[in-house]
């Protein structure tokens, strides 16, 4: 060893290593992520939100133009019409279970470059396709790559921003994945009146293909670990000590450090009581949420006769009712933090379940989905199933964004992960569910068919309360406690 090393307060000695961490005071070092300027932080999350909000964006923007593919292409059967729709989903269900452990271990930036960029291709690739399966292989691609942003979005905003401020931070974020796909088709019904189908992918490509090269500019690496590894490997080689190794340096090759990242979602998902019911809950709201989306253009078409202009507009008062939601949740949710920081309490996960936002948010979207279903099948005026759908939407954004940031206050360093646990299981639903929706109807009507899902939620909506009140006891008890 080395006695003219000086270890400095960055660089402790740790048995046989010198421990690697931020210089002090942590928060004043400016290769910390959490010290960052406010410009640059919000600068990044505004950049991963955008992101985020254009490939949730491409999920429903083709929608209204279901008709004239299937026209186009001589097909008539209506689950294949459903699924080319929501087969973009069930790539946001492939993609996290590799995107999240890899980014782990190399970090966040490379997986959002090249991802990124993939999704560009296949976007293009979609407005190419001459058939059916080959709009679907290439709709599948593009949401395995594009759920990149919205796996890993969370994880940088942990990676950024205290608890006291997380919760606006994910607020804006969460906006993304839930406004895209009732903004898409919003857009989407004049352009494939105007242009046809075809033009909604070149839309989606060619926005995409400006906000993605400027990404490279603004995204800076912000994951914790990666960091600190590149300051000891610069202390490495600057001294020829080879005993500096970051405080978060994990014991094992290679090959066990990758095996364990790969299969750590799937772990949390199985091994958490916590992480299993959250997931399960909001997959289920998601996937009905996703029924909506995906039959909207035949209801309001068969129902009220509108056109593909007027079936896309018909997507609006759940992006205002998401917006509503975001302002509500958003706000309330970190001024409980600051409130409990402000009485010397702890932070604990729980407050982001704090029923103030729990039971409001379950009980709208219940109470809406309700208002839609018979509201569409009495064929009341339109703008009274909209409303119904407004409601929704503040209920959707509000338990999405609380449940979110929940899992992310818990495993703040595993974000990516847990958030990838989520995502793999609410995409699935989202996906598959949509596929009985049409069916559903036709055998229940509107009515009963929507207050059958709402009464799924109402039956839910209790768990975050649960756990608002329980789930500190569980994650402390040595039965429920595991190793990620």
């Known amino acids: 060893m080395d006695s003219k090393v000086e270890t400095g307060p960055a660089a402790t000695r740790n048995e046989d290593t010198y421990s690697v961490w931020w210089e002090e005071p942590a928060d004043r070092d400016p290769e910390n992520p959490m010290s960052w300027s406010n410009g640059r932080k919000w600068g990044m999350i505004a950049t991963i939100s955008f992101l985020s909000f254009l490939t949730p964006l491409a999920s429903s923007m083709m929608a209204p133009g279901v008709p004239q593919i299937m026209e186009e292409f001589g097909s008539s059967n209506d689950t294949e019409a459903t699924f080319v729709v929501s087969i973009f989903i069930l790539g946001f269900a492939f993609g996290p279970l590799f995107i999240a452990p890899l980014s782990e271990l190399y970090g966040r930036i490379p997986i959002y470059h090249v991802c990124n960029s993939l999704f560009v291709v296949f976007s293009a690739c979609c407005a190419l396709s001459t058939g059916v399966p080959m709009l679907m292989a290439f709709r599948f691609l593009s949401g395995v790559s594009g759920v990149a942003v919205i796996t890993c979005g969370s994880g940088s905003i942990a990676d950024m921003m205290p608890p006291e401020q997380r919760g606006r931070a994910i607020s804006l974020w969460s906006l993304g994945p839930l406004t895209g796909p009732v903004v898409g088709p919003v857009c989407a019904g004049f352009l494939v009146e105007a242009k046809g189908w075809r033009w909604v992918f070149w839309i989606i490509t060619i926005v995409s293909g400006v906000a993605v090269p400027a990404s490279f500019f603004i995204l800076r690496e912000s994951y914790a670990p990666v960091l600190l590894e590149r300051k000891a490997r610069r202390l490495r080689e600057e001294t020829g000590n080879e005993l500096y190794q970051p405080r978060t340096k994990k014991k094992g090759t290679a090959r066990e450090l990758f095996l364990a990242a790969i299969i750590r979602p799937t772990r949390m998902f199985c091994l958490s009581f916590i992480v299993m019911a959250m997931c399960v809950y909001l997959a289920v709201v998601y996937g009905i949420f996703y029924i909506l989306l995906t039959t909207f253009t035949f209801v309001y078409k068969d129902a009220y006769g509108f056109n593909s202009i007027g079936a896309g ?138 207050t059958l899902l709402g009464l799924i939620v109402l039956i839910l909506a209790p768990f975050p309360w649960l756990f608002y009140q329980y789930g500190g006891r569980i994650r402390q008890s040595p039965k429920f406690r595991t190793d990620f």
Request: proline content about 4%; aromatic content about 10%.
């Open 313 to 450: 507009l018909s997507f609006i008062p759940g992006g205002i009712g998401n917006i509503l939601g975001l302002a509500y949740v958003g706000v309330l949710s970190d001024n409980l933090i600051k409130k409990r920081k402000a009485q010397g309490l702890e932070h604990q996960p729980e407050q982001r379940l704090h029923p103030l936002i729990s039971v409001p948010t379950g009980l709208a979207m219940a109470f809406g989905l309700i208002c839609y279903g018979w509201t569409a099948d009495k064929q009341v005026h339109w703008i009274a199933p909209m409303i119904g759908t407004g409601i929704v939407g503040f209920g959707m954004l509000g338990i999405f964004m609380s449940v979110q940031t929940y899992l992310v206050d818990m495993y703040t360093t595993y974000a990516a992960s847990v958030t990838a646990a989520n995502t793999v299981l609410r995409s699935i639903l989202g996906a598959l569910l949509p596929l009985c929706g049409l069916q559903l109807y036709d055998s229940m009507g509107l009515g009963w068919g929507n």
